[in-house]
């Protein structure tokens, strides 16, 4: 090999590593605490997990699908609550989480209305055990960008989000034609069969609830209101009866009162905002009876 | 075994070091024939016999066509494009899933066998062999005939190098001679582009699935569109240039793929900057024996369209596939009356405005490359011109769109005197940025667009 490509190839090689040292050095010094943007509502789910891998542990915990990450942890008045509801994703995975942490929050919340998915096996090894999910370098690009929407949109504190978000209920509920979204989201469940799967899901469910219980914490589940369609539609319908066979014990459940008539589902599955904050007004009643 | 895993680069590790052991020095072609047969058997080794079968096949016809090519040369085409049709098409007649699809067990296994990697290619591969090879008096050996379709770096995308750019490269290669900066630089250039550019937007672009992009804002359909095409420009550009930099570690020179394609200022001469390789393959093996443009106005159009429709339906059997196809051949067909014209004129403005025109209709087409089902792509389309009703769009974030574009937009419009002469002293200080940022910044693991087709 000639000199000029020895040098070429030094000159390239330590201009990468000053560069990962400098990364390196950088996010053990500064990383740590800054909030990345997500590109996906993936992305926004692991944000979540980090925060939860990191911080104290709090009272309470969701665990679910897309349906309670619209739950956004700023609507609850509780304010030791993490929403760890993974979009696309499986309750399962939430729960294997919470369970394999050796500190357990006083109360698990399960939704159980998609119970089709399967664990998300990469998430749960990811953050199962507290202080393996810091990264050793940070995303320089991604850094440089949460730095710029940290500084162009400074974090409301909890109590600025929630008055916030109470004064959504002085408004009418939405009059959004959703006929589109909910006919085509009633057609998908129509034609899927989630028996064996939801089978599944409902056995390690047990298996966990029987596992947290006996380190301490309570484990209730809870089903999201849908839209009256989407209710009696095949797959739902299949899901809920095998759940609640599985667990008729209404002690084991989490009722939320609300009046159905003051909810929306605009893209014809998840609650709107507005109704969002309904819904959680209910559980953090139910919450602060537990507590 | 995909170009971005770790087992790759330890495949391919063993493999260079194995290549230039004197010991090995008469059997490189049979090394490098084992180590693609490996590659390609490590993750579909059921599909290897279907591999030998085409390159057996081909070889037979190759031989043959030297005795008589006026019966056997097409013989050889037919049947390549069989086994083309066969395993691309089957999937608009037969539902592969059923458990009984025929009742005939040795023909129902066929019919249930997965869309072989990388078939289009190394079809094309066998009928540039089968075409440019019999013109001459003898027939090349087995193993180089293995070697110039089975080569590991081209042999799941491209590019699409002709037989007879490659069958004299053939020959002992020796260590002293590999150009280390040269293919490190395609390497390091194409991994960048995919793992930072292409796999970041990926992400981004996963908001044009249906029915997702139902939630999207009008702006974000535009701006998702433009993603797209730098997307699809980066993956397929970054594993070109990595099969590029690849072959030059074992002393081959692939055919180049890509040459700048968004600054084009005209459809043809987009054509002559994208996929080079198969803009080639179809201008010599189907355009100029249709006929090209020495039979007369319409037949030329006729040829245009057929070409590109027939383009468009090599990468996929879907209606998709062929309606990007026919558009671009439209496209052709209509600008060739004014090219000259176009040409004449010198004034930066026009100029400026033809390459925004060219790339504003190449990229809205890619759409049909995003959305392979038809109603979906329409349905896209269509949400681009009207106000969104989306009661909860999703937030993209422009400055990093803007970011993880960068590197395309610069490739295309940083004037080239500025790397080629002010900079190259700066070279391998901007290739080593690029391996650090490559891997601190990488996005998501996704397979390369090109590998489906």
Redesign the interface.
């Known amino acids: ?1 000639q000199m000029v ?1 020895v ?3 030094v ?6 590593a000053v ?2 040292l400098a ?1 390196g050095f950088a996010t053990a010094r500064f990383g740590h605490g800054l909030q990345m ?1 997500s ?3 993936r ?1 926004g789910s692991l944000i979540t997990l980090n925060r939860y891998a990191k911080e104290p542990i709090p009272d309470v915990v969701l665990v679910g699908s897309s349906l309670t990450f619209r739950l956004k942890e700023e609507y609850f008045a509780t304010t030791k609550l993490r929403n760890l509801a993974l979009a696309g994703g499986s309750p399962v995975t939430g729960l294997e989480i919470v369970a394999n942490q050796p500190r357990l929050p006083k109360i698990v919340l399960v939704e159980t209305n998609v119970l089709s998915r399967a664990t998300d096996n990469v998430l749960v090894e990811k953050y199962s055990w507290r202080g393996n999910a810091e990264p050793l ?6 850094t ?2 949460a730095s ?2 940290n500084w162009l949109h400074a974090p409301v504190t909890h109590a600025q989000a929630f008055s916030a978000h109470a004064r959504l209920l002085k408004q009418p509920p ?1 009059d ?1 034609d ?1 006929h589109v ?1 909910v006919d ?1 989201a009633v057609q998908q469940s129509n034609t899927e069969d989630p028996t064996v799967a939801t089978q599944i899901n409902v056995q390690r469910i047990e298996q966990l609830i029987l596992a947290l219980e006996q380190r301490g914490a309570r484990v209730l589940l809870f089903q999201l209101p849908l839209s009256k369609e989407l209710e009696n539609a095949r797959s739902i319908k299949i899901a809920r009866d095998i759940v609640h066979a599985r667990f008729p014990e209404s002690d084991r459940w989490l009722t939320i009162n609300v009046s159905r008539s003051e909810l929306r589902w ?2 014809g599955v ?1 609650l ?2 507005r109704s969002a904050f309904i819904v959680v007004q209910s559980i953090d009643r139910a919450v602060s009876l537990l507590l | 075994m995909t170009f971005t895993s770790w087992q790759f680069g330890i495949f391919v590790a063993v493999v260079f070091g194995l290549y230039y052991l004197p010991a090995f020095r008469a059997l490189q072609v049979q090394l490098l024939v084992v180590a693609s047969l490996f590659f390609y058997g490590y993750g579909q080794p059921e599909l290897l016999p279907l591999l030998a079968v085409a390159v057996f096949g081909t070889y037979l016809f190759v031989v043959l066509a030297l005795r008589n090519r006026s019966i056997w040369l097409p013989m050889g085409i037919a049947f390549n494009l069989a086994l083309l049709a066969f395993f691309k098409y089957k999937f608009l007649f037969v539902d592969t899933t059923s458990p009984a699809l025929v009742g005939e067990s040795p023909i129902d296994f066929l019919l249930s066998l997965p869309l072989p990697i990388g078939i289009s290619f190394f079809v094309f591969h066998n009928i540039s062999l089968l075409v440019d090879l019999t013109k001459q008096k003898d027939a090349p050996s087995l193993a180089s005939v293995f070697l110039y379709i089975i080569f590991f770096p081209q042999l799941v995308s491209g590019p699409i190098t002709r037989a007879g750019l490659f069958i004299p490269q053939i020959g002992p290669k020796f260590l002293a001679d590999v150009q280390y900066v040269d293919a490190a630089k395609w390497i390091l250039t194409g991994y960048f582009f995919k793992l930072y550019v292409a796999n970041n937007l990926n992400e981004m672009t996963s908001y044009m699935s249906f029915p997702l992009y139902e939630t999207l804002q009008t702006q974000d359909r535009w701006l998702l569109v433009f993603l797209y095409s730098y997307q699809i420009y980066a993956d397929f550009f970054g594993y070109s240039a990595i099969a590029i930099g690849l072959a030059v570690l074992f002393g081959y020179r692939l055919t180049i793929n890509f040459d700048l394609p968004y600054i084009s200022k005209s459809f043809s001469e987009f054509w002559t900057r994208w996929h080079i390789s198969l803009s080639s393959w179809l201008r010599t093996y189907l355009y100029i024996p249709l006929g090209g443009n020495q039979k007369g106005i319409t037949r030329t159009y006729l040829n245009l369209m057929i070409v590109m429709g027939l383009g468009g339906l090599w990468h996929g059997a879907g209606l998709s596939y062929l309606m990007w196809g026919v558009l671009h051949g439209f496209l052709l067909v209509i600008e060739r009356p004014l090219l000259g014209r176009l040409q004449s004129i010198d004034s930066t403005v026009v100029r400026t405005a033809q390459m925004c025109f060219v790339f504003l209709c190449v990229t809205v087409l890619w759409i049909f490359f995003k959305l392979p089902h038809f109603d979906h792509a329409i349905g896209y389309l269509t949400g681009m011109f009207v106000p969104s009703t989306s009661p909860n769009p999703p937030k993209l974030f422009y400055n990093l769109a803007l970011l993880y574009s960068l590197p395309v937009i610069i490739q295309h419009f940083a004037p080239r005197a500025l790397f080629e002469r002010r900079l190259r002293g700066a070279e391998p200080f901007l290739y080593g940025a690029m391996a650090a940022l490559m891997y601190l910044e990488a996005g998501p693991e996704t397979a390369f667009i090109y590998f489906q087709f």
């Not at chain 1, 000159?11 to 990468?16: A, F, I, P, V």
């Not at chain 1, 370098?137 to 991604?142: A, K, L, N, Q, S």
């Open positions: 090999m490509t040098q070429w190839f000159k390239c090689g330590l201009t990468t560069l990962l990364c943007p590109t996906t509502t992305d370098f940070f995303r320089p690009v991604r440089v960008v710029y929407e939405s959004f959703n979204y085509r605009a893209d998840h709107d905002e």
